[in-house]
């Protein structure tokens, strides 16, 4: 076991999060909504600790190779520019986007402005000139945020999401928009439905999946366009794209980052969080996310964030790094039963390797009913609160929703008490989950972000290897990920497991290959992308 001791957020009794996620059932129920006024201000967020760390040769040569750590520490060795960083992507954009169409919008000329204010200070966050990918349903002050929807497609805010000013006030600067599925729902498309997004690993392959609707964000950073990003999470949109494009992707507890001027999807299951090369660049993102906001009541009452930096800083030495802190694994039944038998053969990988970093592993059984509380009928009680916020749109025009039209649609047909039915059994599921889970662990396997997101606990997603089992033309293999997942406001041992498997291993250092000629070609003539019926719709969203 680790030499180290509990984690910081240890103390917080988990039974009031039960409590709390009643409360905001009711809230949602009651029609609560985010009414409060950006003059209101923002309380700012834990501080950033600095971290420095030792700079591959990669990112030497090649600017967009950083991670934010690795930026951060150039930068304040005087090694590396501001300028200098924010223009490699903005010339790697110029490269490869026309073929993997991960921006909406993109802001070069502003983010070089931006830059160059910053160019003369010195850095008091490790976020300082740091170039970023912001997906497309956060609010942008003076930059369109479309959610890539017909409904917002003339829409440009005159401030910015919570989240997206916290990134900024930091020092961080935004790049563009990621591309998104529509109002969130299933990959980035057009609202007709045609695929626009690839994922970075087959780019040349556009039918394979990139993720869920957070597709922008993931395919930008994977692809070396920024060196991190924001997306969304209601049903897998984080974890998912994450897994699929081989990054870091972390979505917090919810209520632990604030939803203030994102587009929703759900009032109690929409999660904002970082997709991260690494689990070091997703602390730091969430030091500068996390925190109490006056205009969202979704964050108060929270304990208060915690050195998230420390946590994916691993303990020991470096030939024998060590988790941060005394953890116990839990390894539900499915873990190594799902998927293909290269998934499940990297899987049981993780857990040898895991084990060597002092983290006990022990083996668990599904709580009681499992099945039938994560599946499609509980799960479907969220469609209402999906619904409700486009009531006026639906009632004028339901054009504007595109191909996700009946997607929508099935929130207006679920009745009341199947609704009130859906709220007991998500409460007994998290329950159960509290008890029989993180009663007898401190972090635990998942093979489905659904069984999470329901009751919105922390989950994060990071790759544990390769497969050649589904690819491109080219013949690249594709990433193979893992999701685990925390009890309330625990993200740092989440941070804390994954920190210390990404330092004895390399699988989050690994680059897709560069986008061939014959798929920039064909892009470029536009040849046809795959297109998205609303049974695909539906079936995505579930």
Request: charged residues 20%; aromatic residues 6%.
């Given at each position: 076991?680790?030499?180290?001791?509990?984690?910081?957020?240890?103390?917080?009794?988990?039974?009031?999060?039960l409590q709390r996620s009643a409360a905001l059932s009711a809230a949602a129920t009651a029609g609560a909504a985010l009414a409060a006024s950006p003059a209101m201000?923002?309380?700012?967020?834990?501080?950033?600790?600095?971290?420095?760390?030792?700079?591959?040769?990669?990112?030497?040569?090649?600017?967009?190779?950083?991670?934010?750590?690795?930026?951060?520490?150039?930068?304040?060795?005087?090694?590396?520019?501001?300028?200098?960083?924010?223009?490699?992507?903005?010339?790697?954009?110029?490269?490869?986007?026309?073929?993997?169409?991960?921006?909406?919008?993109?802001?070069?000329?502003?983010?070089?402005?931006?830059?160059?204010?910053?160019?003369?200070?010195?850095?008091?966050?490790?976020?300082?000139?740091?170039?970023?990918?912001?997906?497309?349903?956060?609010?942008?002050?003076?930059?369109?945020?479309?959610?890539?929807?017909?409904?917002?497609?003339?829409?440009?805010?005159?401030?910015?999401?919570?989240?997206?000013?916290?990134?900024?006030?930091?020092?961080?600067?935004?790049?563009?928009?990621?591309?998104?599925?529509?109002?969130?729902?299933?990959?980035?498309?057009?609202?007709?439905?045609?695929?626009?997004?690839?994922?970075?690993?087959?780019?040349?392959?556009?039918?394979y999946d990139p993720g869920g609707s957070s597709t922008g964000p993931a395919t930008s950073v994977a692809s070396r366009q920024a060196v991190s990003s924001i997306?969304?999470?209601?049903?897998?949109?984080?974890?998912?794209?994450?897994?699929?494009?081989?990054?870091?992707?972390?979505?917090?507890?919810?209520?632990?980052?604030?939803?203030?001027?994102?587009?929703?999807?759900?009032?109690?299951?929409?999660?904002?969080?970082?997709?991260?090369?690494?689990?070091?660049?997703?602390?730091?993102?969430?030091?500068?996310?996390?925190?109490?906001?006056?205009?969202?009541?979704?964050?108060?009452?929270?304990?208060?964030?915690?050195?998230?930096?420390?946590?994916?800083?691993?303990?020991?030495?470096?030939?024998?790094?060590?988790?941060?802190?005394?953890?116990?694994?839990?390894?539900?039944?499915?873990?190594?039963?799902?998927?293909?038998?290269?998934?499940?053969?990297?899987?049981?990988?993780?857990?040898?390797?895991?084990?060597?970093?002092?983290?006990?592993?022990?083996?668990?059984?599904?709580?009681?009913?499992?099945?039938?509380?994560?599946?499609?009928?509980?799960?479907?009680?969220?469609?209402?609160?999906?619904?409700?916020?486009?009531?006026?749109?639906?009632?004028?025009?339901?054009?504007?929703?595109?191909?996700?039209?009946?997607?929508?649609?099935?929130?207006?047909?679920?009745?009341?008490?199947?609704?009130?039915?859906?709220?007991?059994?998500?409460?007994?599921?998290?329950?159960?989950?509290?008890?029989?889970?993180?009663?007898?662990?401190?972090?635990?396997?998942?093979?489905?972000?659904?069984?999470?997101?329901?009751?919105?606990?922390?989950?994060?997603?990071?790759?544990?290897?390769?497969?050649?089992?589904?690819?491109?033309?080219?013949?690249?293999?594709?990433?193979?990920?893992?999701?685990?997942?925390?009890?309330?406001?625990?993200?740092?041992?989440?941070?804390?497991?994954?920190?210390?498997?990404?330092?004895?291993?390399?699988?989050?250092?690994?680059?897709?290959?560069?986008?061939?000629?014959?798929?920039?070609?064909?892009?470029?003539?536009?040849?046809?992308?795959?297109?998205?019926?609303?049974?695909?719709?539906?079936?995505?969203?579930?």
């Amino acid at each position: 076991m680790s030499d180290a001791g509990p984690a910081p957020s240890d103390g917080f009794d988990r039974r009031r999060f039960l409590q709390r996620s009643a409360a905001l059932s009711a809230a949602a129920t009651a029609g609560a909504a985010l009414a409060a006024s950006p003059a209101m201000g923002r309380t700012r967020a834990a501080s950033i600790p600095f971290v420095s760390v030792e700079v591959r040769p990669e990112a030497i040569v090649d600017p967009v190779e950083a991670t934010i750590a690795e930026a951060a520490t150039l930068i304040a060795k005087h090694k590396l520019s501001v300028v200098d960083l924010v223009q490699a992507h903005i010339d790697r954009h110029d490269k490869v986007d026309g073929v993997l169409k991960a921006f909406n919008a993109f802001v070069g000329d502003r983010a070089l402005a931006a830059a160059g204010r910053l160019a003369s200070k010195r850095p008091s966050t490790p976020l300082h000139g740091i170039p970023l990918c912001i997906k497309d349903n956060y609010y942008t002050r003076d930059i369109p945020t479309t959610a890539n929807s017909l409904i917002y497609q003339d829409f440009v805010p005159t401030y910015d999401a919570t989240c997206v000013a916290r990134l900024t006030g930091a020092g961080a600067i935004v790049l563009g928009k990621g591309q998104m599925g529509p109002l969130a729902t299933t990959r980035a498309t057009t609202p007709a439905g045609v695929a626009t997004t690839v994922n970075a690993w087959t780019p040349d392959n556009a039918g394979y999946d990139p993720g869920g609707s957070s597709t922008g964000p993931a395919t930008s950073v994977a692809s070396r366009q920024a060196v991190s990003s924001i997306g969304t999470q209601t049903g897998g949109s984080i974890v998912n794209p994450s897994n699929q494009q081989g990054l870091t992707g972390l979505k917090p507890t919810v209520g632990r980052t604030s939803l203030y001027g994102v587009v929703p999807l759900t009032y109690t299951r929409d999660h904002c969080g970082p997709l991260a090369r690494d689990a070091l660049d997703a602390a730091i993102m969430l030091c500068a996310l996390a925190g109490r906001d006056p205009n969202d009541p979704r964050t108060h009452g929270v304990p208060a964030p915690v050195d998230y930096v420390r946590a994916a800083t691993p303990a020991g030495d470096r030939k024998r790094p060590k988790a941060r802190y005394r953890t116990t694994l839990g390894v539900l039944p499915d873990f190594l039963t799902a998927g293909t038998a290269t998934a499940r053969a990297l899987r049981q990988g993780f857990l040898d390797a895991i084990a060597t970093t002092g983290v006990r592993v022990v083996q668990l059984p599904f709580p009681a009913d499992w099945a039938e509380l994560v599946g499609t009928q509980f799960n479907n009680v969220r469609l209402p609160e999906r619904s409700e916020p486009f009531m006026d749109t639906l009632r004028s025009d339901v054009r504007q929703f595109g191909v996700s039209l009946s997607s929508w649609v099935q929130g207006l047909f679920l009745t009341g008490d199947t609704f009130i039915r859906g709220q007991r059994m998500k409460h007994l599921l998290l329950e159960r989950t509290l008890d029989d889970v993180f009663g007898r662990c401190d972090v635990v396997t998942l093979s489905s972000n659904q069984p999470f997101d329901i009751i919105g606990l922390p989950e994060i997603a990071f790759p544990v290897g390769f497969s050649a089992e589904q690819s491109g033309a080219n013949g690249a293999s594709v990433p193979v990920g893992a999701i685990l997942g925390a009890a309330p406001y625990a993200e740092d041992r989440l941070l804390a497991v994954v920190g210390a498997y990404q330092a004895i291993t390399d699988w989050h250092l690994r680059r897709p290959p560069e986008p061939p000629a014959a798929a920039a070609r064909a892009r470029a003539a536009g040849a046809a992308a795959p297109q998205l019926t609303p049974e695909d719709v539906i079936a995505q969203t579930q």
